[in-house]
């Protein structure tokens, strides 16, 4: 019980939540986008990241059970086999016959010893639940337990377009390295710049913290003449447009999916947008205009 329940159990049941989460939070998207995904032909990669979230969920599912099979078996082995224990003394103490105290110790021993394997069992299960129930609860505290950014005191507006980083350097939370490393770059208003590398280069933290879903660890990012943590939360989203790279689509029709940041679009623009090639580039439109 101990082998099954101890922190290196608890640390695959939180990899083990993590994978069946990640799956049914990509099936309800896949279900949900199905004839989104076969209007504009990309049934093909949206299935694959769905397929690729169950691989996932198997390769942590088969990890658990491997992990749980040699203590489960010898758990089993050892609770269902105590009345081979109460035969085998049974045979040794009567062979100088059988008395009343005996059969009375007998008849306690058969009715209390399932018992006593029941409990055990149900102390087993409970325990496992309660490793699935603190997981949940720690997943909570940690969404509870996260702190806004906070707000400038004397907020400032961003004179035009520009974004400037200087020096800026970030690292994510229990992490030893640096995702962003001492980064200086200028892009003027009007330029187009693409962020080119390979995967877990940095391309997406890069672009969060402009947006400023985290404040940097050192140096500073300027948008329009403006370091944006003087800039109120609001004028900031007014001003930095961004597309998250996973996508959700919500609920509703393709139409409210489309002018989310433009309430007030009328439906031949946003047919206009999506004839365009890009809902993208629409958001972005709509951000600036």
């Known amino acids: ?57 198997e390769k ?29 003394a049974a045979l040794f103490m009567t062979q100088n016959g059988v008395g009343n105290a005996f059969l009375l110790n007998l008849l306690f021993y058969i009715i209390f010893t399932p018992i006593i394997t029941v409990t055990l069992t149900k102390i087993m299960f409970s325990s496992e639940n309660q490793m699935i129930v ?10 509870m337990a996260l702190t806004p950014m906070p707000e400038p005191i004397r907020p ?17 939370q229990n992490t030893k390295a640096n995702a962003l490393d001492r980064i200086s770059l200028q892009i003027k208003p009007g330029e187009h710049v693409a962020l080119v590398g390979p995967s877990g280069g940095g391309k997406t933290t890069l672009a969060s913290v402009i947006a400023r879903f985290w404040d940097v660890s050192r140096g500073r990012i ?4 403006v370091d944006v943590k003087e800039i109120p939360k609001k004028q900031l989203m007014d001003t930095v447009s961004f597309v998250f790279q996973d996508s959700r689509l919500l609920k509703t ?15 031949e623009e946003v047919i206009k947008a999506l004839e365009a090639g890009s809902a993208a580039i629409f958001f972005q439109k709509c951000r600036t205009g």
Request: glycine share 4%; aromatic share 10%.
């Open 156 to 172: 400032l507006c961003p004179k035009d377009n520009s974004v400037v980083l200087d020096d800026v350097s970030f690292r994510y």
């Open 134 to 143: 603190a997981d949940a609860l720690e997943r909570i505290d940690s969404v």
């Open 222 to 225: 300027i948008i329009g003449g």
């Open 253 to 267: 029709s393709i139409l409210e999916n489309v002018r989310m940041a433009k309430p007030d679009a009328t439906r």
């Open 1 to 57: 019980m101990a082998t099954m329940t101890g922190a290196k159990m608890r640390t695959k049941m939180k990899e083990y939540q993590d994978a069946l989460g990640q799956m049914s939070n990509e099936a309800v998207e896949y279900v949900r986008g199905i004839p989104v995904v076969k209007t504009f032909g990309q049934s093909v990669f949206s299935f694959k990241r769905f397929k690729a979230s169950i691989d996932n969920y």
């Open 60 to 88: 942590w599912v088969i990890a658990y059970t491997k992990q749980l099979r040699l203590p489960m078996m010898f758990y089993t082995t050892a609770i269902n086999a105590v009345f081979a224990v109460l035969i085998a």
